[in-house]
């Protein structure tokens, strides 16, 4: 009787296979035609279709992606009641890519991102961000994005420290003298700042190891190594400290340069100077998160 039954059984295991493969097939297809209104920067539109690629495929993790991201552009495209909702949207559509698939580091990656942007340099917020963030590299120990994020938040956390002390003691916050003139102010951003300045420096070379081209981790490593250097005790050492970063920025400048140029060749309607990076989308592994702030 056994194996009487087991044709049946074949026979529904098959048509059930089928059946994926035409849902996942319809769900491609609804991403790829949410591509184009994507990088027009239509993203509600494009969300209409990569909605489209859920309800075809609801337990497509890559689709939620999508759609979380086309969200979260929307968000912070949307400065306003609507793009709260937004947002909320986003983080619910990450939210399930996680729940199928759970050490996904795009979606983690991705709610970082999105808590990132939300924090509007709050430290609580940027907190919340971190989180995503170090669970996105524990997912993906080689995302180079997530570390350069890492040193982002460190350095704002810094800054939220270090521009109070320098008002206070009546300093400039961004003052030509270097490095700070109070030994007294010096020793207190020693102490609360540097910190925190080592270890956004810590992130962004792990990043740059991975990635040796990344502009933005080259003109952040150069940008953090200023700042720790103004902390020194003495003009001499703040020269010492300093004298490779002007080599960071110019290289950043140069590879920016270089990626203008190759998209001026290969895409011409990129090159008008309003023209706006919004991130990449791949089939069908999921889109990466949006691009990273400067540092």
């Given amino acids: 009787m056994a194996c ?11 048509v059930s296979s089928s059946a994926l493969c035409a849902q996942d097939e319809d769900a491609e297809g609804y991403l790829r035609t949410g591509v184009e209104p994507y990088r027009n920067e239509n993203y509600l539109k494009a969300a209409e279709f990569f909605k489209e690629a859920v309800n075809a495929a609801p337990r497509k993790a890559a689709a939620h992606l999508y759609l979380g991201t086309a969200y979260s552009m929307a968000y912070q495209t949307s400065p306003n009641a609507a793009g709260a909702d937004m947002a909320r949207k986003a983080s619910a559509s990450f939210q399930r890519a996680l729940e199928l698939a759970p050490d996904n580091s795009v979606a983690l990656a991705s709610l970082g991102a999105l808590a990132y942007a939300q924090a509007h340099r709050q430290e609580a917020g940027l907190a919340d961000a971190r989180a995503w963030f170090e669970k996105a590299i524990a997912a993906n120990p080689r995302d180079a994005v997530s570390l350069y994020f890492l040193a982002v938040i460190d350095s704002e956390l810094a800054e939220l420290i270090r521009k109070p002390a320098m008002t206070k003691a009546g300093f400039d916050a ?44 080259l003109y952040c490593l150069g940008r953090l190594t200023i700042l720790l250097a103004d902390l020194s005790d003495t003009p001499a050492e703040y020269k010492r400290q300093t004298q490779g970063a002007q080599a960071l920025f110019d290289k950043a400048l140069s590879i920016l340069k270089a990626g203008a140029q190759e998209d001026a060749r290969t895409h011409p309607e990129l090159s008008s100077p309003d023209m706006k990076i919004t991130p990449a989308i791949v089939i069908p592994s999921g889109p990466a998160p949006p691009p990273p702030p400067p540092c």
């Fill in 4 to 14: 009487q039954n087991s044709l049946p059984i074949l026979a529904l295991a098959l």
């Fill in 174 to 217: 961004y003052y030509d003298v270097h490095p700070i003139g109070s030994k007294a102010v010096r020793a207190d951003l020693q102490a609360r700042v540097a910190p925190l300045y080592r270890s956004a420096i810590g992130h962004v070379r792990r990043a740059l190891e991975i990635e040796p081209q990344f502009a933005d981790a």
